[in-house]
């Protein structure tokens, strides 16, 4: 799959979630989403930002813009060192929370975008990619 | 640290919130409503969203909370101004935000504040009779 454009944005406080917000903006913007799969998208970025941030202790966004049969799509990594979690099918849940949100975030963020993979391990830490695409 | 501007408009509170706020700025936000509703007496809070293009979860669930706590403090909270891109993904992401009242913009919503004082006035009114 080519990637067109990638930038890196580090995740350590919570005025990097409003980053991580304006690059998903300006990138869906250049992939020309619709103003309704820009909002989609960009709330999901929000979503697994502050997840990295608040359960992750912190980590790294990866921002693509990707291509593939002819489609132009916006592809975010999100990648953490934290505790990791043990059960993605509980965590995926609405609801299910182990912090201060409303457990929306990552479920929330899988049903905003039209891919969605997690891979996770206990102690290493947790890696969640997404994508939208035009 | 940063502070979104909570303005007094006769018995009611005018928010209007412009900038694309991190959480602790969102938080700051509650705690500052809640301590003017009590100081300035206020019977409503008006909150205008309209030019902020995203509402997450955290800025949602700040909605719901001031909803929330300005009912217990009798005031009534009534968030305007919602674009249509950020209402469909709000259900999407799954809040409805069932505890909060909206108006279209900042005239309907002020109309709605009057209008339940206008009706409470009428109770008192009565009362007095």
Known sequence: ?134 | MDRIPILKFGNALLVTIQVDMHDQLATALEEDLTSKIVSHNARGVLIDISALDVVDSFIGRMLDNIAAVSRILDADTVVVGMRPAVAITLVELGLSLTGVKTALNVERGMAMIHDRLAGSEADDADDED
């Not at chain 1, 799509?73 to 993605?88: E, N, Q, S, W, Y």
């Not at chain 1, 182990?98 to 890696?127: C, D, H, Q, W, Y």
């Open chain 1, 1 to 134: 799959m080519p990637t067109t454009r990638t930038e890196r944005v580090g995740i350590k406080v919570s005025d990097d979630v409003v980053r991580v917000r304006q690059i998903t903006r300006a990138f869906a913007l250049e992939v020309g989403l619709s103003l309704v799969d820009q909002t989609k998208i960009v709330t999901a970025s929000s979503e697994l930002a502050r997840n990295t941030l608040d359960y992750g202790g912190g980590g790294e966004v990866t921002a693509e813009i990707v291509e593939q049969g002819g489609r132009r799509g916006v592809r975010l990594t999100f990648d953490d060192k934290g505790p990791g979690i043990a059960d993605i099918e509980q965590a995926l849940k609405d609801g299910f929370t182990s912090g201060r949100g409303m457990g929306l975030g990552l479920g929330g963020a899988k049903r905003l975008s039209n891919e969605f993979s997690i891979v996770s391990e206990p102690g290493l830490g947790t890696k969640i990619t997404i994508a939208r695409w035009k």
